[in-house]
């Protein structure tokens, strides 16, 4: 029994492992392929090098990021029947049609089109070659589609029956991929991805608007555009996102109360008003929480929009029911802490815009640097949120935890949780220098794309006219 | 009564279409891999690198599908299968992590290149081997208690999966080797026909001694192959692996671009229908078929409208992909 668990809580740690490494990519790069479709169609549309230029060089880390988006998304595949076959075997019926949708509609189309994106554009002509960029764009939400709508399933399931071997088996399709919590989940996540980007995106302009203060020529013009864009960005999703989260934490009381139970960090039921625990020690234990900072009757506030409304607490279920409470609680704070952050950012870039300061206030700039990562904590904070808010169960009310793993030896489990570590720190390790070795340099004018096997050539030796030559030739030739 | 389609035959076919894709379009992006180290740093690699670069990633995602529709179709036979050879699967999944991230990484830090080009070398050799591993040990059977393996962790390990890991390796590298002949010129392409000879020798050996060894594996085995009347049947595939092996060679004497490639995919897909031939209709051998293993009917068919329409499409797009792509790679990229 003891061994079971313990070959289980590695399963656990390993799946997480995997999948918070595995998210970071396609977190990034949903909104990086729209980022870029935007530059793109910019160029198209205007005709301005410069939108050629940044699109270039976001593609160069677009390539990166989604190779490794790619093998670590692979592994995401196989997970579930290594590690989870009880889980396969009674969720698959359900859960698998919906990741097949998601190979079939989207990771064909993002990754057939990719190596036309990267490499192509002097082969297809410029129309083709956006096709290839927005197929690839449209491919990522897509996948963000089906992917949530199983993961949401997981969470909320609906439309289904189980049948004699325990299967969970289909009635309602519809029912089931837009099960209750999907649409919320879906939105949150996606703002989610655009913050991610436009975060890192801000800081790279942000750095290299520090670096080159001077705009003469046209030395930061790049930075500018970034900046400009990104910000906009995050003015507009930030207050959005805000919104969403609010409205999927209303639904996740409506249908995992006990998730936003530990959340709260509320232990005990609250008859009339329950406050807002804003910082605390939840002691799984003991079922107190220690030390709390509380604001009366706010959470009912937040909650029930009523001071006074009556609100229940861990108490009101079985002990067997409870998530680890602690972990939901921080990783919940974690995330609404980056979202306020985040606030504060649209507010100052806002009111700088406005003042037209947008590019010469340093304490901006630097506030929007070190912001850059702040997307990543969130996304996986809330990642953590709710997954772990979903414990002890995999499919909410239905399947535990426990019951959903393979029969496998705990040392088996942890040699390969061991390998996953360290495999994973150095590829991803020298996958995240060099992306960052290429957000160090300027974007410059006549940028190269993401070209194989020509010596790196110093910035500017191609002339853009002679690149829009190529590329008007090549167009005609398609 | 409307007709009754069989299901999960048809889904069978479908996985065992989406494995065929998987093995002939990664076959040969795996194979180049395995060959690196006979092919020179420099214009030489770069230029193998950059004929399979564009495509690589369309390739690797047939084998999501393979894993993801294992999961759809027969939920059973997936969780079985996986966590019964975990060891030749994590060990598959770290490998083409490697290997993956080589393509880009290799460009992005000359100073290192030499270490993602081993990586790119042994990552692509892991993963073909654990293949390799993975079908030898599932053709030998496993074991199963109550819709969940019961064996030990090691039973995938024997003379029979090892021999079937190299084979593969074998194949892939020839694979590999035919599909630069076709996509280079120059030196690489001269060191490719010799590269392929010696290695449609090993291929052809090697899949002699698997096809040999799998009858005594099991009884079943031994009468879908040699029962009358059906070895009527059975022996056109050894009959057409003699005619196929022997084009490849005049092929690869005359120096012909395309044929030795189209030769090989040829022994592969007669390694496959072996494979079928043998299997069927059990997924995981020796006590789930594929009707005990697939998930209920209302999963299938949603499934399969989708499957007739999309893959459709995506062999469309691919093959557009590869289209733009056409024609001999230099070591300049496609820029």
């Not at chain 1, 139970?261 to 625990?277: T, V």
């Not at chain 2, 594929?290 to 499934?303: Q, R, T």
Request: charged share 10%; with cysteine.
């Amino acid at each position: 029994m003891f061994e079971a668990f313990d070959a289980v809580l590695l399963a656990r740690l390993q799946f997480a492992f995997t999948v918070s490494f595995h998210f970071i990519f396609p977190s990034f790069s949903i909104g990086l392929a729209s980022y870029l479709a935007v530059l793109e169609g910019l160029w198209l549309w205007t005709g301005r090098q410069i939108y050629l230029d940044l699109f270039k060089y976001w593609l160069k880390i677009f390539a990166l990021a989604f190779g490794m988006g790619v093998v670590s998304g692979i592994v995401m595949a196989y997970q579930f029947g290594t590690n989870w076959a009880a889980f396969s075997d009674k969720a698959g019926p359900v859960i698998g049609p919906l990741m097949a949708y998601e190979v079939l509609t989207a990771f064909f189309l993002e990754a057939g089109f990719l190596g036309v994106m990267l490499f192509g554009m002097n082969r297809v002509g410029r129309t083709l070659h956006y096709v290839a960029t927005l197929a690839v764009a449209i491919g990522t939400f897509i996948s963000a589609f089906w992917i949530l709508s199983a993961n949401s399933w997981m969470q909320t399931p609906a439309g289904f029956a189980v049948n004699a071997g325990g299967q969970f088996v289909p009635v309602d399709w519809l029912a089931v991929i837009f099960n209750p919590s999907f649409p919320y989940r879906l939105v949150h996540t996606v703002f989610g991805a655009y913050l991610t980007t436009a975060l890192v995106v801000g800081a790279v302009g942000a750095w290299h608007l520090l670096r080159t203060k001077s705009s003469e020529g046209g030395a930061n013009d790049g930075a500018r555009v970034m900046f400009s864009m990104a910000m906009g960005m995050i003015t507009v999703v930030a207050p959005l996102q805000i919104l969403a989260g609010d409205q999927q934490g209303l639904n996740t009381l409506e249908h995992q109360p006990v998730k936003v139970m530990a959340m709260e960090g509320h232990f005990e039921s609250y008859n009339s008003g329950a406050p807002l625990i804003l910082f605390g020690w939840p002691d799984q234990a003991t079922g107190v929480t220690r030390y709390a900072v509380e604001i009366p009757k706010a959470s009912s506030l937040i909650l029930k929009h009523s001071l006074d409304a009556p609100l229940q607490g861990l108490d009101s279920v079985d002990r067997k029911e409870w998530p680890p409470v602690a972990i939901v609680f921080w990783a919940f704070r974690v995330m609404v802490g980056m979202g306020t952050l985040m606030l504060a950012l649209a507010a100052f870039s806002l009111l700088a815009r406005v003042t037209r300061r947008l590019y010469d206030w340093p304490l901006l700039h630097r506030f929007a640097l070190v912001m850059g990562p702040a997307g990543f904590v969130a996304v996986i904070a809330g990642w953590v949120t709710t997954e772990v808010g979903r414990q002890p169960y995999t499919v909410h009310g239905l399947l535990r935890t426990v019951d959903s793993a393979s029969r496998l030896d705990a040392p088996a489990v942890a040699a390969s949780l061991l390998a996953f570590i360290v495999v994973y720190f150095i590829v991803f390790g020298a996958g995240v220098i060099y992306i960052l070795r290429l957000m160090s340099q300027p974007p410059h004018r006549g940028e190269m794309g993401p070209a194989h096997g020509q010596p790196m050539r110093a910035a500017g030796i191609t002339p853009s006219p002679a690149v829009a030559e190529s590329l008007a030739a090549g167009g005609k030739e398609a | 009564m409307p007709f009754a389609f069989d299901l999960p035959a048809i889904f069978a076919f479908i996985i065992a279409f989406a494995i065929f894709a998987y093995v002939v379009m990664d076959g040969f992006d795996l194979g180049i891999g395995i060959l690196f180290p006979a092919i020179p740093a420099g214009h030489e690699r770069d230029s193998a690198m950059n004929s399979i670069a564009p495509v690589w990633d369309g390739n690797e995602t047939w084998l999501v599908l393979g894993g993801g529709g294992l999961l759809a179709a027969f939920p059973l036979a997936y969780g079985m299968i996986l966590s019964a050879l975990y060891a030749p699967i994590i060990a598959m999944l770290l490998a083409l992590v490697f290997r993956g991230v080589a393509f880009e990484f290799r460009w992005r830090d000359p100073g290192h290149r030499a270490f993602w080009d081993i990586a790119f070398n042994v990552g692509s050799t892991v993963a073909t081997l654990a293949q390799g591993i993975t079908l030898g040990a599932l053709l030998q059977g496993i074991v199963i208690r109550e819709r969940g393996y019961a064996g030990g962790w090691f039973d995938w390990l024997t003379p029979f999966s090892l021999l079937v890991g190299v084979s593969l390796v074998c194949g892939y590298a020839l694979l590999g080797a035919t599909w630069l002949i076709m996509k280079s010129e120059g030196a690489l392409q001269e060191r490719c026909y010799r590269l392929g000879f010696r290695l449609g020798i090993a291929v052809i050996l090697a899949m002699a001694a698997v096809s040999a060894w799998t009858p005594f594996l099991r009884d079943a085995y031994w009468l879908r192959w040699f029962a009358w009347p059906q070895v009527l049947f059975t022996a056109q595939v050894p009959l057409l692996v003699v005619i196929a092996s022997a084009v490849f060679f005049i092929s690869l004497r005359r120096q012909h671009h395309y044929t030795p490639f189209l030769m090989a995919l040829g022994l592969f897909v007669l390694g496959l229908a072996g494979l079928g031939i043998s299997l069927y209709p059990y997924v995981v051998p020796p006590a789930v078929s594929i009707w005990d293993a697939a998930a209920p009917n209302v999963s299938l068919k949603f499934m399969l409208p989708g499957v007739l329409v999309m893959v459709p499409i995506i062999l469309a797009y691919t093959g557009y992909s590869y289209w733009v792509f056409r024609g001999k790679t230099g070591h300049e990229g496609y820029h």
